[in-house]
C-alpha cells in the first residue's frame, strides 16, 4: 500500500445552512476541514494509507477533530495536542449571482504557535511514497515556513516525491511575503498544483488571453503559465485547475497537467454546485492517486476533474467517494442519472 503524508492546519467550519447569509443565520452547520486534510480524505477514500500532521488543542473540540478525521479513514498517528485553540471558518455559501464568503478565525491557533522542534520529520516521513502541503501552511507563521522546510529537506534525502498547492490567501500574507518564503522551498518541490489566478499573484506567471470574469479559460491560455513554472523551477509536473464561473451556482470545470514536454488535457464538465470548498484538493488528491499508481498523464488528469467534479457536489470540506464512483463518472458522459 503507497503511503503518503500531508501536514497542515484543520479547522473548525461553520456555515450556513440553506444558503442563508451572515445576517440571516440562527445556526450553523457544524464540521471540520482544511486544504491538507482534504487531500488525504480523498486519498483514504482510495485505499491510500494517508496520514495527517497537524496541531490540535487538548480539548473537547481537538478531540472532534481527530474523530473527524479518523471516521474517513486517515492516520491520525502524528496529530500533536497542546493548549491552544482551534481555528474557525465561517462560510456563507452564495447561490446564482451573490458569492460566496469566507470569513477566517484562526489567529493563534495550536498549529500556528507551534515551532518546528515539534515535528520528528525523519520519524513522520520514514517509509511514506508521497508529502503533500500548501502555501497556506507556511503562511501562518515563520515558525511553520521552518517546518516546511525542513519536511521538504527530510523528504528529499528520503527519496520521498513532494507536491504542494500553491493556495496564495491574500488575508494572511502579502504577494511579496508569499513570493519571498515559497520561491526557496519550490526547490524541493517535484509537483505543483496552481489555480487560474495563484501563478500570477505568487510568481508574477499570468495566462494569456483569458478573462476569468467572463469564463473564458482554456487550456492552451494556460499551457504558457505550466511551461514558464517548469522552466523556473523544473518541476516534475505542473497541475492547473480551470474554474470559468458563470456565477457561483454554475461552473465549468476542467484541468491541464504538463510534464515538461506535453500539455494533458481533461475533458471539461458543467457543474451545479452544492459545495466549491475543496475542488481544487480533490483535484489534487486524483493526480497524487494517479501517479502513486503509475498512471500514464492522461489517465491522471481525466480522473483528478472526475474526482473534483464529484466533490463539487458534497457538503462540506471532505469528498467521501469511492474509487468506483470516479471512475464511472471518467469513463461515461456524466448525466447523473439514478444508480439503482
Not at 486544504?35 to 481537538?62: Q, W
Not at 502579502?174 to 518564503?181: E, I, L, Y
Not at 463518472?329 to 439514478?338: D, E, F, Q, V, Y
Request: charged share 25%; with cysteine; proline share 2%.
Amino acid at each position: 500500500m503507497q503511503r503518503v503524508v500531508s501536514f497542515g492546519e484543520i479547522m473548525l467550519r461553520l456555515s450556513t445552512p440553506e444558503f442563508k447569509r451572515f445576517v440571516q443565520a440562527e445556526s450553523f452547520d457544524v464540521t471540520y476541514g482544511g486544504a491538507e486534510a482534504n487531500v488525504v480524505s480523498s486519498l483514504a477514500g482510495f485505499g491510500v494509507d494517508s496520514f495527517f500532521v497537524t496541531v490540535l488543542p487538548e480539548n473537547d473540540i481537538g478531540t472532534a477533530a481527530v474523530g473527524h478525521l479518523r471516521r474517513f479513514g486517515i492516520r491520525t498517528d502524528f496529530v500533536k495536542r497542546k493548549e491552544g485553540r482551534m481555528g474557525v471558518y465561517f462560510l456563507e455559501s452564495g447561490a446564482s449571482q451573490r458569492p460566496s464568503k469566507v470569513i477566517y478565525d484562526r489567529a493563534q491557533s495550536a498549529i500556528a504557535t507551534s515551532g518546528p522542534e515539534l515535528f520528528d520529520w525523519d520519524s513522520i516521513l520514514d517509509g511514506a511514497d508521497w508529502f503533500h502541503f500548501t502555501g497556506i501552511t507556511p503562511a501562518l507563521s515563520d515558525n511553520l515556513a521552518e517546518a516546511v522546510a525542513e519536511a521538504l529537506e527530510t523528504a528529499k534525502k528520503k527519496g520521498v516525491k513532494v507536491s504542494c498547492d500553491l493556495n496564495y490567501r491574500k488575508l494572511l500574507w502579502s504577494r511579496d511575503k508569499a513570493r519571498s518564503v515559497m520561491t526557496p522551498l519550490m526547490e524541493n518541490v517535484d509537483v505543483l498544483f496552481v489555480n487560474e489566478e495563484d501563478a500570477e499573484k505568487v510568481f508574477g506567471i499570468k495566462a494569456k488571453a483569458v478573462d476569468i470574469d467572463k469564463a473564458e479559460v482554456s487550456a492552451a491560455g494556460y499551457e504558457y503559465v505550466a511551461r514558464e513554472l517548469h522552466e523556473r523551477f523544473n518541476f516534475e509536473l505542473v497541475a492547473i485547475t480551470l474554474r470559468g464561473s458563470h456565477s457561483a451556482s454554475v461552473n465549468s470545470w476542467s484541468g491541464v497537467v504538463f510534464d515538461g514536454e506535453k500539455l494533458y488535457e481533461s475533458r471539461k464538465y458543467k457543474i451545479n454546485i452544492v459545495d466549491r470548498v475543496g475542488g481544487g484538493d480533490a483535484f489534487a488528491a486524483g493526480v497524487i492517486y494517479s501517479m502513486v499508481n503509475d498512471r500514464n498523464m492522461q489517465e491522471a488528469v481525466d480522473f483528478a476533474v472526475a474526482c473534483s467534479a464529484l466533490k463539487h457536489s458534497i457538503p462540506g470540506d471532505f469528498n467521501p467517494v469511492t474509487l468506483g464512483e470516479v471512475e464511472a463518472l471518467r469513463k461515461s458522459a456524466g448525466s447523473g442519472r439514478i444508480v439503482r
